[in-house]
């Protein structure tokens, strides 16, 4: 588990007494603050993976779902080469940097290596390379290969499309994301490699959940705890990429 800066702030939780309830923090709606904000506010504020990434150093609560995903999978092992597409804020890079061993802080173990791409600037994060990239342009495939030296061990991804608020829309977004991620995956993927992707309620499907399950070993859709309950978002996990040679 990463070992970041203590962080500031009042708890929302009680004291640890027997049969104390846990303080809720309540936000009133200030003036010119819409009532979906200081309902966004509220939950943040009630959120303990929220309280949990500020206190260990995580750039925000979605490290946990890659966290919850890994224990479960174990693809982000010592020595694997990670591509983190759409990376902002950072919290998956900084993951899977602890996990792959990327800043040789295990002795004995192999070095592995982190590349997070995204649309916007992120702020550096110690043991992963950031690179500004759109991974849909035309050579996107053969600048990841080189910055990694060869083929990627594992591809994620945590991108979701702005909401437009029209549920089906969405969805229909999301897993264009997720086809458009699987496609570059399957073009720098090494061979057992591993992609693990967000999608929406339903999971990966169609022609997706096919393509996936001819060019994987195992395909599963997942809800991870750290994934809020009020939430459509899944994540793909497929694991043993067969290789450029195709269907099983």
């Known amino acids: 588990m990463a070992k970041g800066p203590a962080g500031g702030g009042t708890s929302a939780g009680g004291g ?6 846990e303080l809720r923090v309540r936000v009133r709606t200030a003036k010119g603050r819409r009532p979906s904000s200081t309902r966004w506010l509220e939950r943040q504020l009630n959120d303990p993976y929220v309280a949990r990434a500020r206190r260990e150093g995580y750039r925000g609560r979605a490290a946990y779902k890659i966290i919850e995903l890994d224990d479960r999978f174990g693809f982000l092992k010592p020595g694997a080469r990670v591509v983190d597409l759409g990376c902002a804020p950072g919290g998956w890079c900084q993951v899977a940097v602890e996990r792959v061993n990327a800043l040789g802080q295990r002795r004995g173990r192999p070095v592995g290596r982190v590349l997070g791409v995204d649309l916007q600037e992120v702020e550096p994060i110690p043991g992963a390379e950031i690179h500004r990239l759109d991974f849909l342009e035309d050579g996107a495939e053969e600048k990841v290969k080189a910055w990694l030296g060869g083929r990627a061990d ?3 991804s945590d991108m979701a499309a702005a909401a437009s608020g029209h549920r089906q829309t ?5 897993v264009a994301l997720c086809e458009a991620a699987a496609a570059f995956a399957l073009d720098v993927l090494e ?7 967000k999608v929406l309620a339903g999971g990966a499907e169609g022609s997706l959940q096919t393509l996936l399950k001819q060019r994987f070993a195992k395909v599963a859709n997942v809800k991870p705890p750290a ?4 939430s459509a978002e899944k994540f793909v996990v497929a694991t043993g990429f ?4 195709g269907a099983a």
């Open 16 to 21: 640890s007494g027997r049969g104390q309830r």
């Open 154 to 156: 594992v591809v994620m």
């Open 170 to 174: 969405d969805h229909l977004r999301i």
């Open 191 to 197: 061979e057992g490699g591993t992609f693990v992707a």
């Open 227 to 230: 994934s809020r309950s009020d």
């Open 242 to 245: 067969r290789g450029r040679g």
